[in-house]
Protein backbone atom coordinates (compact mmCIF):
# COMPACT_ATOMS: atom_id res chain seq x y z
CA UNK A 1 0.00 0.00 0.00
CA UNK A 2 1.04 3.00 -1.04
CA UNK A 3 1.71 6.49 1.54
CA UNK A 4 -1.07 9.25 1.42
CA UNK A 5 1.40 12.09 -0.55
CA UNK A 6 2.56 8.82 -3.11
CA UNK A 7 -1.18 7.99 -3.94
CA UNK A 8 -1.66 11.84 -4.36
CA UNK A 9 0.76 12.85 -6.66
CA UNK A 10 0.28 9.24 -8.67
CA UNK A 11 -1.19 9.13 -12.06
CA UNK A 12 -4.59 7.52 -11.69
CA UNK A 13 -3.70 6.18 -15.44
CA UNK A 14 -0.70 4.51 -14.28
CA UNK A 15 -0.82 0.78 -13.32
CA UNK A 16 -0.85 -0.16 -9.53
CA UNK A 17 -3.54 2.86 -8.91
CA UNK A 18 -6.64 1.78 -7.50
CA UNK A 19 -9.31 4.67 -7.36
CA UNK A 20 -11.23 2.89 -4.81
CA UNK A 21 -8.23 2.53 -2.35
CA UNK A 22 -7.53 6.38 -2.54
CA UNK A 23 -11.06 7.42 -2.44
CA UNK A 24 -11.45 5.36 0.77
CA UNK A 25 -8.16 6.44 2.56
CA UNK A 26 -9.30 9.76 1.25
CA UNK A 27 -12.57 9.14 3.30
CA UNK A 28 -11.41 8.14 6.61
CA UNK A 29 -8.48 10.76 6.69
CA UNK A 30 -10.91 13.44 6.00
CA UNK A 31 -13.40 11.82 8.72
CA UNK A 32 -10.29 11.67 11.65
CA UNK A 33 -9.43 15.44 10.08
CA UNK A 34 -13.37 16.70 10.42
CA UNK A 35 -13.43 14.21 14.01
CA UNK A 36 -9.92 15.98 15.43
CA UNK A 37 -11.12 19.87 14.89
CA UNK A 38 -14.47 19.33 15.86
CA UNK A 39 -12.52 18.07 19.39
CA UNK A 40 -10.61 21.13 19.62
CA UNK A 41 -12.84 23.09 18.82
CA UNK A 42 -15.40 21.97 21.39
CA UNK A 43 -11.83 21.64 23.88
CA UNK A 44 -10.95 25.27 23.53
CA UNK A 45 -14.83 26.78 23.55
CA UNK A 46 -14.99 24.48 26.85
CA UNK A 47 -11.89 26.40 27.95
CA UNK A 48 -12.98 29.82 26.89
CA UNK A 49 -16.74 29.09 28.70
CA UNK A 50 -14.62 27.92 31.83
CA UNK A 51 -12.28 31.17 32.02
CA UNK A 52 -15.30 33.63 30.95
CA UNK A 53 -17.04 31.65 33.94
CA UNK A 54 -14.58 32.11 36.58
CA UNK A 55 -13.89 35.77 35.68
CA UNK A 56 -17.60 36.30 36.08
CA UNK A 57 -18.23 34.29 39.04
CA UNK A 58 -14.58 36.21 40.29
CA UNK A 59 -16.38 39.88 39.58
CA UNK A 60 -19.73 39.04 41.17
CA UNK A 61 -18.23 37.67 44.44
CA UNK A 62 -16.55 41.39 44.57
CA UNK A 63 -19.92 43.31 43.71
CA UNK A 64 -21.36 40.94 46.35
CA UNK A 65 -18.64 41.93 49.07
CA UNK A 66 -18.51 45.91 48.36
CA UNK A 67 -22.68 46.07 48.13
CA UNK A 68 -22.99 43.76 50.81
CA UNK A 69 -21.98 46.94 53.54
CA UNK A 70 -24.18 48.63 51.42
CA UNK A 71 -27.44 46.60 51.65
CA UNK A 72 -26.96 46.07 55.00
CA UNK A 73 -27.06 49.89 55.95
CA UNK A 74 -30.02 49.88 53.79
CA UNK A 75 -32.11 47.38 55.29
CA UNK A 76 -30.95 48.90 58.76
CA UNK A 77 -33.47 51.71 58.22
CA UNK A 78 -36.05 49.29 56.52
CA UNK A 79 -35.93 47.26 59.93
CA UNK A 80 -36.17 50.35 62.06
CA UNK A 81 -39.55 51.13 59.81
CA UNK A 82 -40.92 48.01 60.35
CA UNK A 83 -40.07 47.83 64.04
CA UNK A 84 -41.97 51.25 65.12
CA UNK A 85 -44.85 49.92 63.65
CA UNK A 86 -44.35 45.90 65.29
CA UNK A 87 -44.02 48.65 68.75
CA UNK A 88 -46.06 50.93 68.11
CA UNK A 89 -43.54 53.34 68.44
CA UNK A 90 -43.04 56.00 66.06
CA UNK A 91 -39.97 57.86 67.66
CA UNK A 92 -38.01 54.37 66.68
CA UNK A 93 -38.61 54.80 62.94
CA UNK A 94 -37.50 58.58 63.20
CA UNK A 95 -33.73 57.92 62.64
CA UNK A 96 -34.33 55.65 59.15
CA UNK A 97 -35.96 59.25 57.18
CA UNK A 98 -34.67 62.10 56.62
CA UNK A 99 -36.33 65.60 58.30
CA UNK A 100 -38.00 66.28 54.98
CA UNK A 101 -39.02 62.73 53.94
CA UNK A 102 -42.88 61.90 52.93
CA UNK A 103 -45.37 59.32 52.41
CA UNK A 104 -47.50 59.04 49.21
CA UNK A 105 -50.03 57.09 48.36
CA UNK A 106 -53.22 56.81 45.73
CA UNK A 107 -56.61 57.44 47.37
CA UNK A 108 -59.52 56.93 45.28
CA UNK A 109 -57.34 57.65 41.66
CA UNK A 110 -55.84 61.23 43.97
CA UNK A 111 -52.38 61.76 44.89
CA UNK A 112 -51.88 62.39 48.46
CA UNK A 113 -48.48 63.11 50.39
CA UNK A 114 -48.03 64.18 53.81
CA UNK A 115 -44.55 64.62 55.55
CA UNK A 116 -43.42 61.24 57.19
CA UNK A 117 -44.41 62.83 60.96
CA UNK A 118 -47.79 61.12 59.67
CA UNK A 119 -46.76 57.96 59.56
CA UNK A 120 -44.62 58.51 63.08
CA UNK A 121 -47.64 59.94 64.89
CA UNK A 122 -50.05 56.78 63.12
CA UNK A 123 -47.26 54.26 64.53
CA UNK A 124 -47.44 56.14 68.14
CA UNK A 125 -51.44 56.10 67.92
CA UNK A 126 -51.58 52.42 67.49
CA UNK A 127 -51.43 49.68 69.55
CA UNK A 128 -47.74 47.18 69.15
CA UNK A 129 -48.96 44.64 66.65
CA UNK A 130 -47.25 41.77 64.37
CA UNK A 131 -45.25 43.26 61.75
CA UNK A 132 -42.99 41.88 59.04
CA UNK A 133 -41.54 42.07 55.54
CA UNK A 134 -40.01 40.50 52.82
CA UNK A 135 -37.26 42.28 50.48
CA UNK A 136 -38.41 42.41 46.74
CA UNK A 137 -36.21 44.45 45.28
CA UNK A 138 -33.06 46.47 46.54
CA UNK A 139 -31.43 48.53 43.92
CA UNK A 140 -28.32 51.09 44.76
CA UNK A 141 -26.58 52.84 42.77
CA UNK A 142 -23.74 54.78 44.69
CA UNK A 143 -25.47 56.36 47.13
CA UNK A 144 -28.96 56.25 46.14
CA UNK A 145 -30.89 53.61 46.03
CA UNK A 146 -34.35 52.01 45.32
CA UNK A 147 -36.54 49.59 47.87
CA UNK A 148 -39.50 47.78 47.22
CA UNK A 149 -40.98 45.59 50.21
CA UNK A 150 -44.10 43.65 50.73
CA UNK A 151 -45.15 44.47 54.26
CA UNK A 152 -47.69 43.45 56.93
CA UNK A 153 -48.69 44.97 60.06
CA UNK A 154 -51.65 43.13 62.18
CA UNK A 155 -53.66 42.44 59.40
CA UNK A 156 -52.62 45.00 56.74
CA UNK A 157 -50.60 43.97 53.56
CA UNK A 158 -48.68 46.71 51.85
CA UNK A 159 -46.46 46.96 48.94
CA UNK A 160 -44.30 49.86 50.05
CA UNK A 161 -41.85 51.62 47.89
CA UNK A 162 -38.94 53.66 49.65
CA UNK A 163 -36.43 55.75 47.84
CA UNK A 164 -32.74 56.27 49.85
CA UNK A 165 -30.27 58.20 49.89
CA UNK A 166 -26.39 57.84 51.94
CA UNK A 167 -26.14 60.36 54.27
CA UNK A 168 -22.82 60.55 56.16
CA UNK A 169 -22.61 56.99 57.05
CA UNK A 170 -26.43 56.21 57.67
CA UNK A 171 -29.02 55.26 54.78
CA UNK A 172 -32.08 57.77 54.65
CA UNK A 173 -35.15 57.16 53.54
CA UNK A 174 -36.22 60.33 51.76
CA UNK A 175 -39.92 59.03 50.52
CA UNK A 176 -42.19 56.07 51.20
CA UNK A 177 -44.95 55.50 48.73
CA UNK A 178 -47.52 52.50 49.45
CA UNK A 179 -50.10 50.73 48.41
CA UNK A 180 -52.50 48.69 49.92
CA UNK A 181 -52.37 45.06 48.76
CA UNK A 182 -56.28 43.84 48.98
Known amino acids: MKNISERINADPNSEGFNTNDFRQSYRKISK???FLTIISVLTISGLLVSCQ?????????????????????????????VEAGRKGDGNIAKPAFATTATMSWSENGALKSVPIQALFDGFSAAEPMEASYK????DAEGDAAIV????????????????VVK????????????????
Do not use: C, H
Not at 71 to 77: D, R
Open 32 to 34: KIS
Open 53 to 81: EKNNQNNKTEVMQNNQEQKEGILKAIDLY
Open 135 to 138: LTTL
Open 148 to 163: RIESQFGPNKYADMFT
Open 167 to 182: DGNDWKIISKIYQIIK
